[in-house]
T-cell receptor, first 112, second 115 residues
């Protein structure tokens, strides 16, 4: 299983762009990179997923360099409501033998 | 479309008691999983199922049993509750597709306290 490393916490202010980097040095060829967001007292929520290069949706962008040993989640113009824990996951399957782990995530705190 | 539902939302047990946490999904998802989340920690996989009648152990299966008799339901049973099982339990489901990672949809969680 690919192990991931993320910063424990990050602070930002409203309107700024936030970049959270995840290291996954032993990522396998079939592995995807997926990010989840979790608010207090709620289950995690899928944000974005990618395999290589750049992926963008209405919420975030995901940058993956050619060697795929790291990835960066980019949140444009954050607001107070983006305060949450962000998890980086690496794996090939949702289940069925690939026991994905969430790790401790990155606690993002957005202030005025 | 209710998504993933879990009951109860809160539960207090005494050491040695047994109980079942309920999880249901109405999205016809093939995969379902149970996770526990302890304070300040990420989610750890307890058990998962890749379809009705098929279950397997995750990272921390001891003290828990599961079964999957229908596509919709995936109950988690605590056989003899211990204080170490005090945690928040999340159920998740996903479409499946063994060669592609699919988005997991999580329930609201059950907060369990074992005294």
């Amino acid at each position: 299983l690919a192990k991931t490393t993320q910063p424990i916490s990050m602070d930002s202010y409203e309107g700024q762009e936030v970049n959270i980097t995840c290291s996954h040095n032993n990522i396998a060829t079939n592995d995807y990179i997926t990010w989840y967001q979790q608010f207090p007292s709620q289950g995690p929520r899928f944000i974005i997923q990618g395999y290589k290069t750049k992926v963008t949706n209405e919420v975030a962008s995901l940058f993956i360099p050619a060697d795929r040993k790291s990835s960066t989640l980019s949140l444009p113009r954050v607001s107070l409501s983006d305060t949450a824990v962000y998890y980086c996951l690496v794996g090939a399957y949702t289940g069925g033998g690939n026991k994905l782990t969430f790790g401790t995530g990155t606690q993002l705190k957005v202030e005025l | 479309n209710a998504g993933v539902t879990q009951t109860p939302k809160f539960q207090v047990l005494k050491t040695g008691q047994s109980m079942t946490l309920q999880c249901a999904q109405d999205m016809n998802h093939e995969y379902m999983s149970w996770y526990r989340q302890d304070p300040g920690m990420g989610l750890r996989l307890i058990h998962y199922s890749v379809g009705a009648g098929i279950t397997d152990q995750g990272e921390v299966p001891n003290g828990y049993n599961v079964s999957r008799s229908t596509t919709e339901d995936f109950p988690l049973r605590l056989l003899s509750a211990a204080p170490s099982q005090t945690s928040v339990y999340f159920c998740a489901s996903s479409y499946g597709g063994r060669e592609v990672y699919n988005e997991q949809f999580f329930g609201p969680g059950t907060r369990l306290t074992v005294l």
